[in-house]
């Protein structure tokens, strides 16, 4: 590898040009470009020789012109070369082949090492995996020309492990000074002459040895002999401890620097170098897909039939969830065996049909295919929404209607909303849009063009039902402006003496340590949570798994403008695709830590989604635990500590609302989960100016003039699939029962006549597991039955609502209550599935209400000492009010869990920090 960039990368895509020594056909390079063309963020260049030339890679050809021929090689401009590899490198470099310099220079991969060092030919297995491995150093080494951070003018020796499916990492190392020793040996056979390159090119004027497989006269005459290279020394070398060769040995990737380097440049490149490597070090078997995964996924995808159907379009393609056992063991093994197959799971449309695939992203192949023929349709696309937001705009018949209301089209926009089911046959996926008049306003909700309905083809992208029903007045534009006029208040994080590490998709803090990950549906997932055990100094888990799995928000007008607006967001639109990028002292402190995520386009590309996530500490200016005590003699003692704890945030915008979400994690081992609604509501046009004149029903508030904000509901379903110490757990209920004294008249007695108790049922099965809360007083906790506190309690965690919890009070047989009926109960319990993770199911879009949890939940399995699930909807009745207009203060929900008997004690008491690696 040779970093030759000079900083020059910006907007286009870096330029990658490869070479080799063993010719443009041999399986390494081809392996390598494959794998570079399938991430698509590089345009890539070969130059190579057009046969094996190994042997003369450091000769250059003066005595005759070069021959460049094209060649063809999928997604790759490539030439191969009638010269040596030094040739080719020249060529590529020279400007003279290709209109511009290269950002980076791979030379292989080829079987064998450089200048002669270990050189040892046919005993790796040159394939995809070799390349894809060297991937996270290529993307660091991009990436800092990109940042004008990188060495110039140096060269990397990247060796890498026989078995490179179970390499233990990446080493930067030195190169050692044991050279092979290469010997001669005298055979007998023309059959014992070993060719150690397939093909030689003569060039006497070179002084390159030929080899045209041919055999000159001499090799038949009485005195010519025969000699083959003896590499048997390779046996007995001596291998130096801490060079390339001995990290290689030992199964690691190593990187060496070649050349004359500065200390300075050295000391960069180290730094560079281990960026990368922590990366691939702290490898975790649910990361979500790399840019690479997903571009690579969706290359496989489009090399299939799929690639030659009409309007193929990408609509879901994340990490196929490997096997839970398997991440466990791979997680809690000291010595990790194989990691799980990376698999990736995609949903595409094409010709009219839904295709479910999941590709094998080790192979390169794909692993399943089938047609989903099925209830509900997969989200919308950007692309899908943005084109018909457009479409009205040049529908003669809408364009009428707004001449008629003496409006100008060009201050016109227009927002498609999912429109549910309601018992009718669907043929086709349909938006309907609704359309708003800015006219200088940026509070674009604020004003709606009342009584237009567009019903659209998604799929055709053509209006199939148009209606213009009526005329009321455009709410006036003056004061509806949200912006504020205030300076955001500078304020920053990390006000712990231990702060917080961040590996790859890992972080540690206090005592705890997690994985956090980014999806396009789910946005923020929380994955193997663990809380460190002062008292047995070891990691103890909580949560495999934590997130979002959907929204559900009713408006409460059953008019025909407004009946269908009972939106799934996170089925319907993907909250991770709506996040937003976060702002420094508005979403997040200034020196939070940002994170990207990554998701797939329409056409399958990886987006990178910049600053959707931030990790800070928070400071609550409370107490986690105080007390003064008094009764001491002579002494007043008061000791306590800071409420500190560790937030991972996200903001989504979804139309008219924002939606802020933390995952907080507190030192006393509590997780608490919580979620902010703010935004701007969603309003209707009338004619009423005050409320004296309203005379029928407005389903909502009177909020400024012309201008009602209807009732709804907001309901987010959180997916907690908690592993209390282990897998078997219970559901246990603890009610609180009053009890009446019964011995009042004896003399001994208490004179109190009642107290409560506690009464703890375990849930056996599922329809156990529906739990409605407020009814009576009771605690929920999740307990491992197996585990014990060492006098004897059972290890748990208890769910604390931050309110109190709120069902719908829609009918059972009103249609958008059947998709989404899992919000009947606050809390459910569930059989861990790992296909089960989606509350209204994985195709929500028109669904019908026959997937998802309620329908699992009626399956009745059994949930106690068992792999379990637990759902919780965080729930809001939503009657407006002024103070709400023109932008909504926030409104706050959310949940805790906390330990409950898990600890011997308090967990602040004493809390030593684990100061160990990730």
């Given at each position: ?35 570079l ?22 000769s ?42 290269p ?60 078995d ?149 379009t ?32 995609v949903?595409v ?22 047609i ?29 209607s ?42 674009v ?15 055709s992208?053509?209006?199939v ?12 534009k003056e ?45 923020i997932?929380?994955s ?36 269908f ?19 420094p ?11 990207d ?43 306590g ?10 903001v ?51 909020v400024a ?17 908690l ?74 965690y ?41 509350a ?79």
């Open positions: 590898m040779e970093l030759n960039g000079e900083g020059r990368i910006s907007g286009k895509r870096p330029t990658i040009m490869v070479t080799n020594d063993d010719g443009i056909d041999a399986h390494g390079l081809r392996a390598l470009v494959r794998v063309v399938s991430t698509n963020l590089y345009d890539v260049r070969v130059c190579a020789p057009d046969s094996e030339k190994s042997a003369v890679s450091h250059i050809i003066w005595s005759r012109p070069l021959t460049a021929q094209r060649v063809e090689i999928d997604g790759a401009e490539a030439y191969a070369v009638s010269g040596t590899p030094a040739d080719c490198t020249g060529l590529g470099l020279s400007e003279a082949l290709f209109p511009s310099l950002d980076l220079v791979l030379s292989g991969i080829n079987v064998g090492s450089n200048c002669g060092y270990n050189m040892k030919y046919g005993d790796i297995n040159v394939n995809d995996l070799a390349a894809q491995a060297c991937l996270p150093i290529i993307d660091g080494i991009i990436n800092a020309i990109k940042n004008k951070t990188n060495p110039k003018k140096c060269f990397l020796n990247i060796d890498l492990p026989t490179i499916a179970n390499h233990k990492g990446y080493k930067l190392t030195t190169q050692g000074k044991s050279l092979t020793k290469m010997g001669w040996i005298q055979v007998e056979k023309e059959a014992q002459r070993v060719k150690m390159l397939s093909t030689m090119s003569m060039e006497t004027d070179s002084g390159v040895i030929s080899d045209n497989n041919t055999t000159s006269a001499h090799h038949h005459s009485q005195d010519s002999r025969l000699f083959k290279r003896d590499v048997s020394s390779l046996r007995n070398m001596v291998v130096e401890e801490g060079t390339d060769l001995h990290f290689l040995q030992e199964g690691f990737i190593t990187v060496t620097p070649i050349g004359a380097l500065s200390q300075i440049r050295i000391l960069t490149l180290i730094i560079l170098l281990q960026c990368v490597f922590n990366l691939g070090l702290h490898f975790h078997p649910l990361d979500p897909l790399t840019p690479q995964e997903i571009n690579k996924t969706s290359f496989i995808v489009k090399k299939s039939h799929l690639g030659t159907l009409k309007d193929l990408f609509h879901y393609l994340d990490l196929e969830e490997p096997n839970k056992t398997h991440v466990l063991q791979w997680l809690s093994s000291k010595k990790p065996p194989q990691p799980p197959r990376r698999r990736s799971l949903v449309r094409a010709a009219g049909q839904t295709y479910e695939l999941i590709i094998d992203l080790t192979s390169g192949k794909i692993g399943s295919s089938r989903y023929t099925g209830h509900g349709f997969p989200s919308f696309t950007f692309i899908e929404l943005f084109k018909a937001s457009k479409l009205p705009l040049t529908f003669p018949s809408f364009k009428k707004i001449l008629d209301r003496s409006l100008n089209i060009s201050e016109v926009s227009c927002i498609p909303f999912s429109v549910g089911w309601y018992e009718e046959t669907i043929t086709r996926r349909e938006v309907k849009a609704s359309c708003f008049y800015r006219d200088g306003s940026v509070n909700f604020t004003r709606p063009i009342e009584g237009i309905t567009i019903t659209i083809d998604v799929d992208m053509k209006v039902k148009y209606s213009d029903r009526f005329i009321k007045p455009i709410p006036d004061g509806n402006d949200f912006r504020t006029k205030h300076k955001p208040f500078p304020f920053s994080c990390n006000v712990s003496d231990t702060g917080f590490k961040i590996l790859g998709n890992k972080i540690k803090w206090a005592n705890w340590k997690f994985h956090v990950g980014f999806t396009a549906r789910a946005g997932t929380i193997t949570a663990s809380v460190l055990d002062t008292r047995t100094k070891r990691f103890r888990r909580v949560m495999y798994r934590g997130h979002l799995s959907e929204t559900f928000v009713p408006y409460m007008d059953p008019t025909y403008d407004w009946y607006r009972t939106f799934m967001d996170i089925g319907e639109f993907g909250f991770g695709r709506s996040a937003v990028n976060l702002q002292l508005i979403d997040c402190p200034q020196n939070a830590a940002f994170l995520g990554y998701v797939a386009g329409p056409d399958g590309t990886a987006q990178q989604m910049s600053n959707v996530m931030c990790v800070f500490e928070k400071n609550g200016y409370s107490a986690s635990f105080r007390h003064t005590e008094i009764n001491v003699p002579g002494q007043v003692i008061t000791s500590e800071a409420d500190i704890s560790l937030v991972v945030r996200m989504a915008t979804l139309g008219n609302y924002d939606y802020i979400v933390d995952w907080e994690f507190k030192k006393n081992g509590a997780i608490r989960v919580g979620v902010d609604l703010t935004g701007v509501l969603e309003v209707k046009a009338t004619s009423y100016t005050s409320n004296e004149q309203i005379t029928e029903n407005t389903y909502g508030t009177l003039k012309n201008t009602i904000a209807i009732n709804h509901d907001h309901y987010l379903t959180y997916y907690l699939d592993d209390i110490d282990g897998n078997g757990n219970s559901l246990v209920k603890a009610k609180l029962k009053t009890v009446r004294v019964t011995d009042v008249h004896n003399k001994t007695s208490s004179p109190r006549k009642s107290y409560w108790t506690v009464v703890k049922e375990t849930a056996k099965t599922e329809a156990d597991g529906r739990v409605r809360l407020g009814s009576e007083p009771v605690e929920l906790l999740i307990v491992n039955p197996q585990k014990k506190t060492k006098i004897g309690n059972t290890v748990g208890r769910l604390i609502p931050e309110h109190l919890p709120v069902t719908s009070l829609l009918t059972d047989d009103d249609y958008p209550e059947i998709r989404a009926s899992y919000t009947k109960y606050p809390v459910w319990v569930t059989a861990y599935n790992r296909s089960e993770k989606w209204g199911g994985f195709y929500s879009d028109r669904s019908r209400g026959d997937d998802g949890l309620a329908v699992w939940s009626s399956r009745n399995r059994e949930i106690e000492n068992k792999d379990i699930v637990m759902w919780y909807n965080v729930g809001f009745h939503h009657i407006p009010y002024q103070e709400d207009f023109p932008v909504m203060p926030t409104l706050h929900g959310g949940f805790t869990l906390r330990p409950s008997n898990f600890f011997d004690n308090d967990p602040l008491i004493a809390s030593g920090v684990d100061k160990s690696d990730l």
